[in-house]
């Protein structure tokens, strides 16, 4: 089998590989579909419903799902978690790792899993600051985990402080271009798009 291969915990019953493509190697995860119905009603629909990745269309109770949109570092710590293997749970997320686990999350119905970990990783994460590479990952956070307060200064200080590059009409937000990466693609950056649409206009 070509690529990294993971079980992410011993179990018996029924298990299924994931694989996920990480550059040119795909990265494969050997995991519990019982776990994932468990934790999951995106997974129960997927693995046992009538779609082509579930359980009916293997022709045992082992079974390869691709899953080519997601990322193998978020879904390897979302594994982790759901699998029980507490210890590789990590004490501190960087922004785009957080932003990152939070889109597959959200992707699968499970933002749930991380709530025992929500105020520990909150605790280290950077200050607000314009010139953050990561700005637009920490206003999806925001967005995502309904931290009001947060989200709308940091919109408040987007909102008025943009400017237009007077060569390319490009906005800049501390003298930096202004991109919304496109990971980021559930909900705060309609608004972000707005501020945007609203600026260059």
Do not use: C
Not at 9 to 14: I, L, Q, S, V
Not at 116 to 138: C, D, I, M
């Amino acid at each position: 089998m070509d690529g990294e291969y993971e079980d992410m915990k011993n179990f018996h019953g029924e298990y299924e590989d994931t694989e996920i493509p990480n550059d040119i190697r795909p990265v494969r995860f050997q995991v519990s579909s019982s776990t994932l119905r468990r934790h999951s009603p995106v997974w129960n629909a997927m693995l046992f419903g009538p779609w082509l990745e579930s359980k009916s269309s293997a022709t045992s109770g082992h079974w390869t799902v691709p899953l080519p949109e997601d990322k193998p570092e978020a879904f390897r710590l979302a594994m982790n978690i759901i699998h029980g293997n507490f210890k590789a749970v990590p004490k501190t997320l960087e922004l785009h790792e957080f932003s990152h686990l939070l889109t597959l999350l959200d992707k699968y119905d499970s933002t749930h899993i991380i709530r025992p970990w929500l105020y520990e990783w909150f605790s280290v994460l950077p200050g607000w600051q314009k010139t953050n590479p990561e700005r637009e990952a920490a206003i999806y956070i925001d967005w995502k985990l309904g931290n009001e307060k947060s989200f709308f200064y940091k919109l408040r200080d987007i909102g008025l402080s943009m400017s237009l590059d007077p060569q390319s009409g490009n906005p800049l937000y501390a003298g930096q271009p202004f991109v919304i990466p496109s990971e980021h693609h559930y909900g705060s950056t309609d608004i972000l798009n707005r501020i945007l649409e609203y600026r260059t206009s």
